[in-house]
């Protein structure tokens, strides 16, 4: 009898112990912390932005931009880099934070393109709304200024 009464306090004391350290909960689509005012040359990341949602489906792009490879130093890297971006309620990219990137000069670079996106505003309950959506960037195939070479009849690149 005293071991079972002794292992309920142990239990209570442990119970009330994890209640009193464990962190408040949070309200759906905020962070605890307000968020803070975002720098001129700094991109505000959307997690800091509090009232965005994901977006289901996701708002359609109406104007694209490619990434300027002008403000990226050669050699030009290769692959993707995906970005997070907060789309305001009138469809316009308010920030854009690099998730995965390839190096620093092309991650910029990817991140002033998508700045300039423009989207069709999500509706919810006939209300337009912002969200934060995920977007790939990609480089191009052949950089700017490199011409297509021509294969010609010898392979050699040259017309014989």
């Known amino acids: 009898m005293i071991l079972a009464s002794m292992f309920d306090v142990r239990v209570a004391l442990a119970i009330a112990l994890l209640l009193v350290h464990a962190p408040a909960p949070l309200q759906r689509g905020r962070r605890d912390e307000p968020?803070?005012?975002?720098?001129?040359?700094?991109?505000?990341?959307?997690?800091?932005?509090?009232g965005f949602s994901r977006a289901e489906p996701a708002p359609t792009a109406i104007r694209r931009v490619a990434v300027n490879l002008n403000q990226v130093r050669r050699p030009y890297p290769s692959g993707i880099a995906i970005l997070e971006i907060g789309i305001n309620e009138k469809g316009r990219v308010v920030s854009a934070c690099v998730l995965?990137?390839?190096?620093?000069?092309?991650?910029?670079?990817?991140?002033?393109?998508?700045?300039?996106?423009?989207?069709?505003?999500?509706?919810?309950?006939?209300?337009?709304?912002?969200?934060?959506?995920?977007?790939?960037?990609?480089?191009?195939?052949?950089?700017?200024?490199?011409?297509?070479?021509?294969?010609?009849?010898?392979?050699?690149?040259?017309?014989?």
Request: proline content about 13%; overall charge positive; aromatic content about 6%.
């Open 35 to 50: 968020p803070r005012p975002c720098a001129a040359a700094e991109i505000c990341c959307p997690y800091r932005l509090a």
């Open 100 to 160: 995965r990137g390839l190096r620093s000069d092309f991650d910029r670079a990817a991140q002033a393109a998508a700045m300039r996106w423009l989207f069709t505003p999500k509706v919810l309950h006939g209300q337009p709304v912002g969200v934060a959506m995920t977007i790939t960037l990609g480089t191009p195939d052949r950089p700017p200024g490199m011409a297509r070479r021509s294969r010609g009849p010898h392979g050699l690149g040259r017309l014989p």
